[in-house]
């Protein structure tokens, strides 16, 4: 029986990132994108890698350039809201696709000091703020 070679998988956001999130620019490997919970100044960072599930499953140049994504999205956060504590988390157990998270903490926030998963429901952004906190974001990164 001959055995099938198939093509490599081509990098494609997963569907449950594209529906909690919003895009805000492109990094060195990472997609970054504001998480839909206007709770916390929420990162989310993909990297463009195709069937990347977990940190090992990249090579050495692009664990480096996903490091240096996580510094400038919490240096983003930090520049932007001056918040008490970044959490920075690579978690996927709903999302397998890799992904972390940097979140921008305060000792006042809906969950503090807890992890923000399962605490209080999302509150998604309204359009008019979305639109605010991404420009926000980008200017900060920008600047």
């Not at 997609?31 to 940190?55: F, G, H, T």
Request: glycine content about 2%.
């Amino acid at each position: 029986m001959a055995k099938r070679i198939h093509a490599p998988s081509a990098y494609a956001l997963h569907p449950q990132l594209a529906a909690d999130t919003h895009p805000v620019t492109t990094l060195g490997l990472c997609e970054l994108r504001l998480m839909d919970d206007c709770n916390y100044p929420w990162l989310v960072l993909v990297p463009r890698v195709a069937d990347a599930r977990e940190l090992i499953d990249l090579d050495a140049a692009q664990r480096t350039a996903v490091v240096t994504d996580i510094d400038a999205a919490s240096h983003l956060l930090r520049d932007a809201f001056a918040p008490f504590k970044l959490n920075v988390a690579a978690l996927g157990n709903l999302v397998p696709q890799l992904h972390v998270h940097v979140i921008a903490r305060f000792e006042d926030d809906p969950a503090w000091p807890a992890p923000v998963w399962g605490r209080v429901a999302a509150c998604p952004y309204p359009p008019e703020l979305l639109v605010e906190r991404i420009n926000l974001l980008r200017d900060t990164l920008h600047a």
